[in-house]
């Protein structure tokens, strides 16, 4: 049996107090795994990896990356994640060996340089190193930007949103780096989609979020059991966001 | 012409709802009638400082010495005009700045370009509606101004009067939309939003500021406090034989005063509030015939604007972006 | 990773973003464009009202009279009285756009999210953008006092107490302008829409430049931006006068220019009613009062939201 790396319990978040953006999630994510969050637009998918990723404090409960607590010991939790936000950017007049530099040397690596030779040949970006990040497209923007987050080899990799924009080369793409970051580097990955077919294809186990309750968690094969009733991911979801609802 | 009325009203709800600036407005406003106020306290406390010398000499039984301070209530605002030279143009940026930004960053414009409606309708109804704000903004501000003047002097401004201040609104609105031209067009230009402005206050700082301070400073009449002829005891005959020994440093000084715009629209107002002493009394025409090249450069710049953003806007693919 | 580090690892990136910024060579471009101005027209200026008091003892020779002895107050480095303006006019812009820049470039390039999740501390982020901003108002200063120097040394007189006094009216100049980038910093930290966080730091400006001299010393926008101030008599007015109580110790630009002109040793002019210590302590408190806004505005910064508007 794995370790638990992320453990939630009872995890909330209120922007205002009529506000539930995040509503007693309790959920634990073992060390090797490729988890799917899934949710709709504002189901509170993004405040969890905020949260996770210490860049906001939880209003109740508690979170722990790592076996460091999010509130008490950021520092060790940024250590040893990676993050990439949702329609990542970077510098953009900068180019990517300049981007990936600086964030090489705020991630505290001692010889940036041959970090990100590695990198580079572990996601084949060689070719845009030199080029200004503003006339990247974005799906080598996106694989920049993944690769600043995986610079320093972090346990866990947070992913938001990770295909939205891309087209469908970029989409499969991304997928296969992320088993391969996943397999050989034996990061455990932590993706917010609401894209069905990207978690059917990459992820190990899921989690459904409707409107701030965690509403079904476990492995993709429990899930067909637990939804007799559904044939396709897609309509296991669709009845989870109908029973929140109703 | 519906599209264009459409368009135009459109702009005038757009203005009204940017806070900056109503903000910049409200202080422009403010500040207008604060210098009127001060205007008006100094004068009076000048007319104060005279009749206690006057008293002072009768009780010592001596002539009155000097004349009396003369009010022409038109003097009184120069510090009106500065204004209008210094933040009326930042308006005018703003202006230029909210009609285009706001349609580019919702791509409202692409939605507006799939209506049948023509570009020459876009860019001639964001003109018009700009123009007809600052037309009645000033004429409102200095309905106001003549009120305060009345009340303050206590008399009535005289038909010649009325007919200047309606100058200045049409002079002032012409200024103030030539900054709109700029930002206008730089708006367009550029991609980001914050460098259009930077562009347009940069041209703003060389125009409205640095040209006519250096042509100010420049001038050996500031370099004594009260004025350096004065203080020499020169009369005004004496003044000009002296400066014509300069004409070469007078012709760069005046050189780089004529490249501001901002100096055209001064020397007009200034000419017609008689805030350049010489002009109080003398008749509208003759000032008219003194000032017509100051006004004329004054409406030119502002047609060069409008030309440039419609020769620009018609030829550009810039437009969506 | 040390603190040190991590501010100098920001200072450089944010000094090489910088550099990137097309924009702001427009601005550094009329600055050293006026600083080489500053003097000469400075230097033509007081050689011709000489030869204009010339001329004009002769005129009065004609008639008779007695000319009065020459009445400008001329200086070793009346010269240089313009620069005082520009640094009000041109200096205190560009700190505002570069502090701007300096603020916005995480919000504008949506790297505050991935900056945050850095084992870095925030206060070794915001000591690194200070740094950046410090440094390259530093260095634009001390090339306008190389070039200062220079054209003293062409067109005025210039010995070491000339130089100790251009140094030290640089200094002045290098705090009065790092308060207004520390204010544009402070707005482009916290502000939603990008603009709107420059269009405020200007409407500060404005309020400075030209509000304050008017409320306390009854100065026009025109008149305050001459080095050589109007005579006038509005202490007179109990009203003018007390106006002048309440509002003279916040005008930052007075109390600037008034500063600037005793060390440059022209005379602070007639409107300033306050010592050289009450216009240094002004002086520093407004550039410290701006540093401690964007402390402040940079600690309530949310790291979770990079949405930012143009």
């Known amino acids: 049996m794995n370790e638990f790396i992320i453990e939630t319990k009872d995890l909330t978040k209120k922007y205002t107090t009529n506000s539930v953006a995040l509503d007693h999630v309790t959920l634990s994510i073992e060390e090797g795994d490729i988890f799917g969050f899934l949710g709709h637009n504002g189901a509170g998918k993004t405040t969890t990896i905020n949260m996770l990723t210490t860049l906001l404090e939880p209003t109740s409960g508690s979170a ?44 505290g690596i001692k010889d940036p340089k041959k970090a990100i030779t590695e990198i580079t040949q572990f996601l084949d970006i060689g070719n845009y190193l030199d080029k200004r990040v503003q006339t990247l497209s974005k799906g080598m923007r996106q694989r920049i930007g993944l690769a600043q987050a995986i610079l320093h080899n972090p346990k866990v990799l947070f992913l938001d949103e990770p295909t939205s924009g891309l087209d469908p080369i970029g989409v499969k793409q991304l997928r296969d780096t992320i088993i391969r970051l996943n397999s050989e580097k034996g990061m455990t990955i932590f993706m917010n989609t609401h894209l069905l077919s990207e978690v059917s294809k990459t992820c190990k186990t899921i989690g459904i979020l409707n409107q701030g309750k965690l509403v079904y968690k476990g492995s993709l094969s429990d899930a067909t059991h637990a939804f007799k009733n559904e044939q396709a991911l897609e309509d296991m979801y669709i009845t989870t966001q109908k029973h929140e609802s109703a | 012409m519906n599209n264009i009325y459409t368009i135009a009203r459109k702009e005038l709800i757009d203005i009204v709802r940017s806070r900056i600036f109503v903000l910049t407005l409200g202080l422009l406003v403010v500040l207008i009638f604060i210098s009127l106020f001060i205007s008006e306290t100094l004068f009076r406390d000048q007319v104060f400082q005279y009749e206690k010398s006057l008293a002072l000499l009768k009780s010592l039984g001596k002539a009155p010495v000097g004349e009396a301070p003369q009010l022409y209530p038109l003097n009184l605002l120069r510090g009106v005009v500065d204004y209008i030279e210094i933040f009326g143009a930042i308006l005018g940026i703003f202006l230029g700045y909210i009609s285009v930004f706001k349609e580019k960053h919702t791509n409202a414009i692409k939605l507006m370009l799939t209506r049948p409606i023509t570009k020459n309708e876009i860019i001639f109804g964001k003109i018009l509606g700009n123009f007809s704000f600052v037309f009645a903004l000033l004429s409102l501000v200095t309905v106001f101004i003549a009120g305060s003047l009345m009340w303050f002097s206590g008399v009535a401004l005289s038909g010649v009067d009325v007919v200047k201040l309606a100058l200045f609104v049409v002079l002032s609105s012409v200024y103030i939309l030539i900054f709109f031209t700029i930002s206008f067009f730089f708006s367009f230009q550029q991609k980001v939003a914050t460098n ?18 250096i042509g100010d400073t420049m001038d050996p009449d500031n370099q004594v406090p009260g004025g350096f002829f004065k203080s020499m005891a020169l ?4 003044e000009l034989r002296v400066m014509d020994n300069f004409k070469n440093f007078e012709f760069i000084r005046t050189g780089v005063e004529q490249l501001s715009l901002t100096k055209h629209y001064e020397r007009s107002v200034f000419g017609f509030f008689g805030i350049k002493k010489q002009y109080n009394g003398v008749p509208l025409a003759d000032i008219f015939k003194d000032k017509w090249g100051n006004m004329l450069t004054t409406f ?15 030829r550009t693919h810039h437009f969506f972006e | 990773m040390k603190a040190l580090n991590t501010s100098v690892v920001v200072m450089r990136n944010e000094i090489t973003l910088l550099l990137r ?32 008091y010339d001329a004009a003892v002769a005129e009065l020779a004609l008639v008779g009279q007695d000319a009065p002895p020459f009445p400008v107050n001329s200086t070793p480095l009346g010269i240089m009285t313009n620069m005082i303006i520009y640094n009000v006019l041109i200096g205190s812009l560009l700190a505002i756009v570069l502090g701007y820049f300096v603020g916005i470039h995480d919000r504008m390039y949506g790297v505050v999210k991935i900056l945050f999740s850095r084992p870095i501390r925030s206060r070794d982020i915001f000591l690194g953008k200070i740094f950046a901003t410090v440094l390259i108002l530093s260095l634009v200063t001390l090339m306008a006092f190389l070039v200062s120097v220079i054209s003293l040394g062409i067109f005025g007189v210039l010995g070491t107490s000339a130089v100790v006094s251009v140094l030290l009216f640089y200094g002045v100049s290098l705090l009065y302008m790092s308060g207004f980038a520390f204010l544009a910093m402070s707005f482009a930290f916290v502000f939603q829409n990008s603009t709107s966080a420059m269009l405020y730091a200007l409407f500060i400006w404005m309020i400075v ?18 080095p050589i101030l109007p005579p006038s008599n509005f202490l007179n007015s109990p009203v003018l006068s007390f106006a002048h109580t309440v509002t003279y110790p916040f005008s930052v630009s007075e109390h600037y220019k008034a500063l600037c002109a005793t060390i440059l040793g022209v005379g602070a002019g007639a409107t300033n009613t306050g010592s050289i210590w009450f216009n240094t302590s002004v002086v520093m408190l407004w550039s410290a009062l701006a540093f401690i806004l964007s402390l402040r505005f940079f600690t309530n910064m949310d790291p979770s939201s990079d949405t930012l508007y143009e």
């Open chain 1, 64 to 107: 722990r990356v790592g076996g460091f607590d999010v509130v008490t010991n950021p520092f060790e939790i940024k250590r040893i994640i990676g993050y990439v936000p949702e329609n990542v950017q970077l510098y953009g007049s900068l180019s990517s060996q300049e981007n990936l530099e600086y964030f090489a040397r705020l991630s």
């Open chain 2, 235 to 238: 009369t005004k005959p004496q």
């Open chain 2, 300 to 314: 030119c710049f502002l047609i060069v604007g409008l030309l440039a953003n419609i020769l620009y806007l018609r």
């Open chain 3, 21 to 52: 910024e097309r924009t702001l060579y427009v601005l550094l471009g009329i600055f050293f464009v006026m600083a080489v101005l500053s003097t000469i027209i400075g230097w033509s200026t007081q050689h011709t009202i000489m030869n204009v």
């Open chain 3, 209 to 226: 430049t030209f509000a304050l001299p008017e409320l306390s010393s009854a100065l026009f926008p025109t008149s305050s931006l001459n």
């Open chain 2, 196 to 213: 259009a402005l930077i562009i347009s206050f940069s041209l703003w700082l060389v125009i409205a500021l640095i040209f006519p301070q």
